[in-house]
């Protein structure tokens, strides 16, 4: 997950440059299963900006795990087997452009 912050909108067009920092060292959460288990993802997306399709081909396509997660109802999808997950959380700054 990433948390990105900034003190104004910052918008460009066409190519440009984004200065970023981290506000706060990564935080990682790594949980190990001593059984397989089903790790399931919701994903509630807001009227005014729903990005649940750029989300459903994320979570179904190949880049988290080869053959991706299974959807299984409205936003919900689910991968079993898990045997370890692991959690890292990113606090990002937009410093200027």
């Known amino acids: 997950m990433t948390v ?3 003190d104004r909108e910052y918008y460009e067009r066409g190519i440009g ?3 970023m920092s981290m ?3 990564p935080v990682i959460i790594d949980t190990p299963y001593e ?6 993802v919701t994903y509630a ?11 459903r081909n994320y ?6 795990v080869e053959g991706g997660f299974a ?9 079993s087997g898990v045997e370890r997950l692991v959690v890292k ?3 990002i700054k937009i410093e200027n452009m």
Request: glycine share 6%.
């Open 35 to 40: 059984t397989p288990a089903t790790v399931t």
């Open 71 to 79: 959807e299984t109802g409205s936003g919900k999808y689910s991968l």
């Open 17 to 19: 440059t984004i200065k």
């Open 89 to 91: 959380e990113y606090d």
């Open 59 to 64: 979570l179904t396509g190949d880049s988290i």
């Open 4 to 6: 990105l912050n900034a």
């Open 45 to 55: 997306y807001d009227p005014d900006d729903d990005y649940s399709v750029a989300w």
């Open 23 to 25: 506000k706060t060292q």
